[in-house]
């Protein structure tokens, strides 16, 4: 139920009019202001009570985890002392026709998906490399720019000279 904003007293609604009214301190107040604030005060306490219940089990989920985590860690040194007595160069040398041959074989039997999915990457990147070539050439043609101004001496930087040649107190007057 609404509370008055004045007096914290419960309201009564008028249909009618559309406006709450006060018991206690007789005003009127429209009906969609209060139920605007009513809404949001509610909505504001329910995400206070969702954050504290999203806060502990965000806690037992992180503490689940970790153990899962930590199990899982164990099993797989444990499957990798069992299956890999030896290191995988020594495995490379003492198999490398077998490894080569299955890659050989991979290529062969999935070469078309492969180069099927180069071309969409490629298609999908055009965009972006087109994008980066022009702005890789405006960069060049600004550097090129100022290094032209600069050796022409269209553009000339400011050197102690020019203060002997005309006083600034003779320009004063164009301000």
Same mark, same amino acid.
């Not at 219940?53 to 899962?68: I, M, P, R, W």
């Not at 995988?88 to 299955?102: S, T, V």
């Not at 062969?108 to 070539?133: D, K, P, V």
């Given at each position: $139920? ?5 007096? &914290? ?11 709450? %009214? ?11 202001? *209060? ?12 995400? %206070?009570?969702? /954050? ?21 860690? *164990?099993?797989?040194?444990?499957? $990798?002392? /069992? ?11 003492? &198999? %490398?026709?077998? *490894?080569?041959?299955?890659? %050989? *074989? ?20 055009? /965009? ?37 040649? $005309? ?9």
């Amino acid at each position: $139920m609404p509370k008055c904003p004045h007096c &914290n007293y419960e309201l009564t609604l008028l249909e009618r009019r559309r406006k709450y %009214k006060c018991s206690k301190c007789s005003k009127l107040f429209p009906q969609i202001e *209060i139920e605007t604030k009513d809404f949001v005060e509610f909505n504001k306490r329910q995400r %206070k009570l969702d /954050e504290e219940a999203l806060t502990e089990q965000k806690l037992k989920q992180l503490e689940l985890d970790k153990f899962v985590k930590k199990q899982a860690q *164990i099993q797989r040194k444990a499957k $990798m002392e /069992e299956l890999r007595p030896i290191k995988f160069q020594e495995y490379y040398k003492l &198999n %490398k026709e077998k *490894i080569l041959a299955k890659q %050989k *074989i991979f290529r062969h039997e999935n070469g078309q998906r492969i180069n099927l999915r180069h071309r969409i990457l490629h298609r999908l990147n055009i /965009e972006e490399r087109r994008q980066l070539s022009r702005i890789n050439a405006w960069r060049n043609k600004n550097r090129l720019l100022t290094a032209d101004i600069t050796k022409n001496g269209l553009f000339s930087f400011y050197n102690t000279e020019s203060d002997d040649i $005309m006083p600034t107190s003779s320009l004063s007057y164009l301000l």
